[in-house]
């Protein structure tokens, strides 16, 4: 089992930066590829981001791409996403995830999911 929290989201205006923060708990978090999924209102989920278990690979949706990073720190078991040049559509709960085999654009293929933070860009 790996527990994982979300923490960082809050509201802030366009154009400003937030960072996300995943804290996993559980077995061995370098073992996982990790991604970061969002929901906005009335929305399917989508992916936003996704990192390998050694953090040298990275993939992101063209939506995000340029603004935002993804990045992990093993050693404390957490893994970010930073959000600059924030846009009002990027509004929406943030979800962080694991993902036991290669990491994946597709939500399906993710084991365990936190809970979710939010995420408000006023214009």
């Known amino acids: 089992q790996v527990q994982l929290v979300e923490s960082g989201g809050g509201l802030v205006q366009a154009g400003g930066s937030l960072r996300l923060s995943c804290a996993a708990s559980?077995?061995?978090?370098?073992?996982?590829?990790m991604g970061w999924f969002r929901q906005a209102p009335g929305k399917e989920r989508e992916f936003v981001a996704a990192i390998s278990w050694s953090g040298g690979s990275t993939m992101y949706a063209d939506s995000v791409k340029g603004r935002f990073t993804i990045s992990r720190d093993n050693a404390k078991n957490t893994v970010y996403l930073y959000l600059n040049s924030l846009k009002p559509e990027d509004t929406a709960v943030y979800y962080c995830?694991?993902?036991?085999?290669?990491?994946?654009?597709?939500?399906?293929?993710?084991?365990?999911w936190g809970q979710g933070t939010q995420v408000t860009v006023s214009s």
């Open positions: 995830a694991a993902d036991s085999s290669l990491y994946s654009d597709l939500s399906s293929e993710y084991d365990y």
């Open positions: 559980g077995r061995t978090f370098s073992s996982y590829a």
